[in-house]
Structure formats: structure tokens, C-alpha cells
């Protein structure tokens, strides 16, 4: 079983509508962090957070520790939010080295 | 800030030949790690640098694998006798280490590796 484990693996939806992406761990952890992923290969950091909440433009995140869960959600989705997002997490014995889930591939279609 | 640098972006090469590739970091960070992302697959860690120091490699990183990061700034990843397996986007990214509180890491657009 991976130590990050991320649903759905796949998602499409119609513009406008309200995602959500999961994200579950069995590891300790000292942070998490949902990324962007477009075609290419590039990798743009969206969030970091170690509790609760934080939000940026229509993004949302959140994180459950007790839980070990995290929620990427995007409001009013829009074709351009079409990318691979990877959740991955800092182990709390970790010098730095993140660990990744398999990423959740979104498509929004106009 | 100019971002993470890596090259080259695309790389063909026939089995059995060595590859070397570079990532420059953002300036002024100190820490410096590479990853592999197969295709469908999360990237997985395989070695980071702090300054000039490597601290920890993976076990993904096999003797074929050598990775520098000689006057910590830029760092290279050379893969020798490449085999088939080694097919993969090449993946760099830096952060800046305070101690008590953990800095995002920055990634570079990766080196997309082909082996014929």
C-alpha cells in the first residue's frame, strides 16, 4: 500500500462545477503539500500546510491530522484548471525528501 | 527570481550510453533534490543536497546513478550504461532550510529522458 493515496485517480468535469480531490496517508508527517502538474512536466507549488485551512483565489485546501486527510477543492472550475494535482507529504523524520501520490488527472471541459 | 532551471528539457539516447543532466537552483537556496517521475506515476525521491553536502539518497538510486552539487549551486545527475528502465522525466526542485519551519520546494520543468 503507498504511503500517500489520492482519489480519484481520474476526474472530468463540466466548467463550473465544484471539485474535490482526496488525499489519505499513513506516515507521520511535518507538512503537505498539494502541486500542479501540467503536460510537459512542469510542477507548480499550490499549497503547504501543516493544519487547517488555507485558501488562494478559488483554490481551497485543507487538512485533518488526526484524520491523515486532505481535500484540494477548486471552485467554479474552469478548463484552464485541467492538470494533474499531486499531493505529497514531508515525513516528521524526514530531512526534506517528499513523498508523492500518484496525482488525480482533472479535465474540465468547456 | 528566475525559478529552477533544468537542462537539457528533452533528452534521446540510445541504450548503454551515459547522460548527465543540470539543474540550477534558485539562488539562494540551499537545499537541492532530485526526483524521477515515471509516466502515470507520482515522482519518487532520489537524492537530496544541502550546500555541497549529498545527505540522503534513495535506494532507487543505483551505482549507475551519481549525482554532484560541487560549489553548492548547480547540481548534475549522470546516469552511466543506460538501460531501458531508465526512461523517465528527470525532476529538480530547491528550498531554502530554516530551521523550525519547513520552506516550499520549487521545481524545475524536469529533463524528459528516452532510451532507444
Known amino acids: 500500500k503507498n504511503e500517500v493515496e489520492q482519489s480519484p485517480q481520474n476526474l472530468t468535469a463540466q466548467e463550473g462545477e465544484f471539485i474535490t480531490i482526496n488525499c489519505s496517508y499513513s506516515v507521520g508527517i511535518s507538512a503537505l503539500h498539494w502541486l500542479q502538474q501540467h503536460p510537459g512536466g512542469g510542477i507548480v507549488s499550490l499549497f503547504m500546510l501543516s493544519s487547517g485551512k488555507k485558501k488562494h483565489g478559488r483554490l481551497i485546501a485543507t487538512i485533518n491530522i488526526q484524520e491523515k486527510h486532505s481535500s484540494l477543492h477548486i471552485t467554479a472550475s474552469h478548463p484552464r484548471d485541467s492538470a494533474v494535482y499531486i499531493c505529497?507529504?514531508?515525513?516528521?523524520?524526514?530531512?526534506?525528501?517528499?513523498?508523492f501520490g500518484k496525482g488525480t488527472k482533472l479535465s474540465v471541459k468547456p | 527570481d528566475t525559478g529552477v532551471s533544468q537542462n537539457p528539457r528533452h533528452k534521446i539516447t540510445k541504450r548503454g550510453q551515459n547522460v548527465t543532466f543540470r539543474c540550477d537552483p534558485i539562488s539562494e537556496h540551499n537545499r537541492l533534490y532530485w526526483y524521477r517521475q515515471t509516466l502515470g506515476q507520482g515522482p519518487e525521491f532520489l537524492t537530496y543536497?544541502?550546500?555541497?553536502?549529498?545527505?540522503?539518497k534513495s535506494r532507487l538510486l543505483s551505482d549507475r546513478f551519481s549525482a554532484e552539487r560541487p560549489k553548492g549551486s548547480f547540481s548534475t545527475l549522470e546516469i552511466q550504461r543506460t538501460e531501458q528502465g531508465d526512461s523517465a522525466m528527470y525532476l529538480c526542485?530547491?528550498?531554502?532550510?530554516?530551521?523550525?519551519?519547513?520552506?516550499?520546494?520549487?521545481f524545475g520543468d524536469g529533463t524528459r529522458l528516452s532510451i532507444l
Open positions: 526542485a530547491s528550498s531554502q532550510s530554516r530551521t523550525g519551519s519547513n520552506q516550499p520546494q520549487h
Open positions: 543536497f544541502q550546500n555541497e553536502a549529498q545527505l540522503e
Open positions: 505529497a507529504v514531508l515525513g516528521n523524520r524526514s530531512q526534506g525528501n517528499l513523498i
